[in-house]
């Protein structure tokens, strides 16, 4: 049965008209979902018997299964259990700015991402809109606390789930659910072009992160797989008509690997490669894992790239390390639970 999450506000009305009831009911439902947080139909007050009974008979309003939390300081990792019993994780991460929560969109990935643990798992589906809504929903009914940011960056390549993406979108930024604002929204991708060139037209002010990771073509095919695809030349072209389209400021990720891509001469490379665009990158140091071959690097070494891309005129950040204490690496909890 299909989950009641997965509507977005226009199908629910749609929903309703083609059922000969109001559409008005929708905003309704909508109410009773994201602001009141009912569980049941039934608790839905100001509705019809009949229509508690019809929603009843065509949709689920279940939850997700919490499986573990592992805290740490100003951070969180959270285990769920999905019906078919497979398993994805979120991470809430506690800012000075608000909570964020890093959210997974896929079981597994196809995109075989070396140093990437959820990559080394294939994927066995996408997950459903409901599924990466109610991973919001439940871990704000943990901290008891409303999320302000989101980034899609957790199990899973958003662009290859385009569909689902797009509409988690719109019910996670609409006012009447969850109402968080779409420039503190964040989808990354590892360089799907055609999703990209597509979701150019996307009418909200969503943020765009690239997973980069390496600034030629050699290194990055080795590390990704989908370089072979897309390669660097062609991303850095259609990024560059996204920016000019859009006007949005792109993100670059770059995971820095002990004696793989952290040296100078990646560090100028990379600053030639992104020169000028409306972008800025985030350095993130490696969570090192035991099934996966590489290292984090050296706090010296962040610190020369950081410096090299500064002096080259390049927008950058380091992103703060949390989660040091768990299994903070994407990927990582679910496989301890499954392995």
């Known amino acids: 049965m299909e989950s009641i999450y997965n509507l977005d506000l226009e199908s629910l009305k749609e929903y309703f008209i083609n059922n000969n009831d109001k559409k008005f009911r929708a905003e309704q439902v909508y109410e009773w979902l994201y602001k009141k947080r009912v569980s049941s139909f039934e608790a839905m007050t100001n ?12 949709f689920s309003i279940k939850k997700l299964e919490l499986v573990l939390v592992e805290r740490d300081v100003d951070v969180n990792k ?3 259990k999905l019906s078919d019993g497979e398993h ?6 506690r800012h000075d700015y608000g909570n964020s929560i890093c959210i997974s969109s896929q079981v597994g990935c196809n995109m075989g991402c070396k140093f990437c643990e959820s990559g080394r798992r294939k994927k066995v589906r996408n997950l459903e809109t409901s599924e990466m809504v109610l991973q919001i929903m439940q871990v704000e009914e943990d901290i008891k606390s409303r999320i302000s940011h989101v980034v899609i960056m957790g199990i899973g390549e958003p662009f290859d789930n385009y569909d689902n993406i797009i509409r988690f979108l719109k019910i996670i930024n609409d006012p009447k659910a969850l109402e968080i604002g779409s420039r503190h929204i964040t989808v990354s991708t590892c360089g799907i072009i055609p999703k990209i060139e597509e979701f150019m037209n996307f009418p909200l002010q969503v943020n765009l992160a ?3 990771h390496a600034p030629n073509d050699e290194l990055r095919s080795r590390l990704m797989p989908i370089n072979k695809a897309y390669p660097l030349k062609e991303l850095i072209k259609v990024l560059k008509k996204y920016t000019e389209k859009t006007n949005r400021r792109l993100t670059f990720e770059y995971i820095l690997l002990d004696g793989v891509n952290d040296t100078e001469a990646c560090a100028l490379e990379l600053s030639k490669l992104i020169s000028g665009m409306n972008a800025y ?6 969570n ?3 099934n996966i071959q590489f290292n984090r690097s050296k706090t010296i070494q962040i610190m020369r790239f950081y410096d090299i891309l500064k002096k080259n ?8 390390e949390f989660g040091g204490n768990i299994s903070a690496a ?3 909890l679910r496989s301890k639970e499954e392995c």
Request: glycine content about 2%; aromatic content about 6%.
């Open 47 to 58: 509705l019809k018997k009949e229509t508690i009974s019809m929603l009843n008979e065509d």
């Open 78 to 80: 959270y285990l769920f």
């Open 88 to 93: 994805i994780e979120a991470v809430l991460m």
């Open 210 to 212: 690239i997973s980069l």
């Open 281 to 286: 990158v985030n350095l993130i140091p490696y």
């Open 288 to 290: 090192t894992t035991e």
């Open 313 to 320: 005129k390049i927008n950058v950040t380091i992103r703060r």
């Open 330 to 332: 994407c990927g990582q």
